[in-house]
């Protein structure tokens, strides 16, 4: 089988750390670092809720992030890493949460931190 075969998870499984993954696929496999987003969130969705809303928020003239992800896609990788050995998203979470919602299947930039 050749890599371009594997799913994500074996890809992970086998030590490759990919370089693009979709919204999809990092919601899928990371969690959200809640302990840095955590403002009175109950649950995970909350984290995504809010990370849209802001995203969506406009400051002054300038466009908001989430119109700007979807007129120019995203170009700042989202960084990952492990938090107590689990998947972790450490940075992108407006990110994530716009593209998710614009198209969650289009690649965006990934970078792992250990």
């Known amino acids: 089988m050749s890599a371009r075969n594997l799913s994500l998870q074996q ?9 693009f993954l ?3 696929e ?9 302990e840095k987003y955590q403002k009175g969130d109950t649950d995970p969705q909350d ?3 809010r990370a849209l809303k802001e995203s969506k928020t406009r400051y002054g003239e300038k466009k908001s992030r ?3 992800f979807k007129k120019e896609g995203v170009k700042t990788p989202i960084t990952l890493g ?12 407006h990110r994530v ?6 198209d969650p299947n289009r ?3 990934v970078e792992h931190e250990n």
């Open 82 to 93: 492990t938090v107590m050995g689990e998947p972790t998203i450490y940075d992108g979470h």
């Open 97 to 102: 949460a716009s593209m998710e919602k614009i």
């Open 22 to 24: 979709t919204a999809n």
């Open 26 to 34: 990092i919601r899928t496999h990371y969690a959200a670092d809640e």
């Open 11 to 19: 890809h992970l499984d086998a030590g490759q750390l990919p370089i």
């Open 47 to 49: 984290i995504w809720d």
């Open 66 to 68: 989430y119109e700007t």
């Open 107 to 109: 690649l965006l930039p």
